[in-house]
């Protein structure tokens, strides 16, 4: 299987393994034993008020156990561990711990698909779901995606499906996180083609769990690229999109007739070696149209300044949405010359988006006067 040789660097002689037993930290699966490089942040750390799977939380050690059950047979002495690891080394010692149950899961999907094919026709590969989860309330999951989670083998997630919306699995569903974070990627892109490519080879029924919607700013295109040229059946789940579900929960339209006859949706990010997204610039910077920017937070400032350039207004209302529809949520309105420097002094995190156009004074938080002061407005 395509996974199998894709992490085969893991064997139990690798220098990895090396690496994990002479690193020891604190398991949170089992707080009596310790393994190797799982860095988790307890219940003190800013993590445990995050409504979305932080890289080492307890929480995802919690629910991804079943993955490293392996572990707790073979229990080392706590010690004090005299070593770091970057962020490379830890991501890869956490797959080489993973691999033993993700080959014995496999094993059992492979034999279970012998046993229900003997005396019927040959079995086909299985399906493989990308399913939004829109953009972290629960109640803003589709029936379909529902579905879809109760019947499935196994559901890779990543980091801004809410915790709130990962409890709606089934409980003997096997979850695995696969999320990526700016410095740390618990997979590569190419490592989570191969893990989606391995299970849907034996049968199984894999659900690829995103925040938002799958096909926005989320890699689902090239997830289903990859997995129809391989011959496997891809179905798309479409979720509610952040700018969609935050708007909507702000009572911002993101068109207006006579305010916005347009909408565009930005990211912040580009592919290394891409196009600055920050280019766009030019052309995004019409007054009739509204701008969301998606993962924007550190381009920002340049963002606004070649915004403000190329003809949009300064005093063009905005809002930074941070962690939106959750009780987290929070938000920072003002107009879009200040709007970097507001972001800055309330510290707000990712995921924040952005809303860039006059139809932000249309919401009902908005500040009376657009001379007055920008406010902080915290969920309720």
Partial sequence: MALLYRLSFSSSSSPLSSACNSIKQFNPINPKSFICSLHFSDTSSSSSSSPFTEKHSFERYQRDQWVYSSLQHNRPEPTSPSVSL???STRRNDIALQLPELKKLLQVLREKREEDRVGAEKCGPGNVYLVGTGPGDP???????????????LLLY???????VLDLVAPNARLLYVGKTAGYHSRTQE???ELLLSFAEVGATVVRLKGGDPLVFGRGGEEMDFLQ?????VKVIPGITAASGIAAELGIPLTHRGVANSVRFLTGHSRKGGTDPLFVAENAADPDSTLVVYMGLSTLPSLALKLMHHGLPPHTPAAAIERGTTPQQRIVF??????AD???????????L?????VVSLSPFWPISSKEAPCLAEAK
């Fill in 86 to 88: 970057d962020a490379d």
């Fill in 139 to 153: 109640d803003l999951l589709t029936l379909k995606a529902m579905k879809v989670i109760q019947k499935a083998d």
């Fill in 158 to 164: 990543d980091r801004l499906v809410s915790n709130d």
């Fill in 191 to 193: 490592e989570i083609h």
């Fill in 229 to 233: 040229q391989k011959g496997i059946q």
């Fill in 334 to 339: 003002s107009e879009l010359k200040d709007l």
């Fill in 342 to 352: 507001k972001i800055g002094v309330e510290e707000l995190v990712s995921p924040t």
């Fill in 354 to 358: 952005i809303i860039i156009g006059k």
